[in-house]
């Protein structure tokens, strides 16, 4: 069974840094696109960052573009977001995706491209 277990988030202050992780088992995803998403309350899913194939290309939303990083060990099937200088408009539920069977047509932005969803973790920014 493919499983996919987010840790990390927290409480934090703004300008503050978190590091997400998401620890994938059941299976490995290779040069799939992995990613991570976001909700907050009243709000729907968002895309937030993505990397994908052989050289790790990587892929940001606007809003975090400088500010968060995605990084992929492809040798411990484990994706980070590293998250710095934090607003209290990034608070929401932030959840890891994997694609399963990869998608060339979709793209990285819509949740559609991903087959397997983490449970989430909450991530809190208080002003």
């Known amino acids: 069974q493919v499983q996919l277990v987010e840790s990390g988030g927290g409480l934090v202050q703004a300008g503050g840094s978190l590091r997400l992780s998401c620890a994938a088992s059941?299976?490995?995803?290779?040069?799939?696109?992995m990613g991570w998403f976001r909700q907050a309350p009243g709000k729907e899913r968002e895309f937030v960052t993505a990397t994908i194939g052989a050289d790790l290309s990587t892929y940001y939303a606007d809003s975090v573009r400088g500010r968060f990083t995605i990084s992929r060990d492809n040798t411990k099937n484990t994706v980070y977001l590293q998250m710095n200088s934090l607003k209290p408009e990034d608070t929401a539920v932030y959840y890891c995706a994997a694609e399963g069977i990869p998608k060339s047509s979709v793209v990285l932005t819509t949740p559609r491209k991903y087959d397997y969803w983490g449970q989430g973790t909450q991530v809190t920014v208080s002003s």
């Open positions: 059941g299976r490995t995803f290779s040069n799939n696109a």
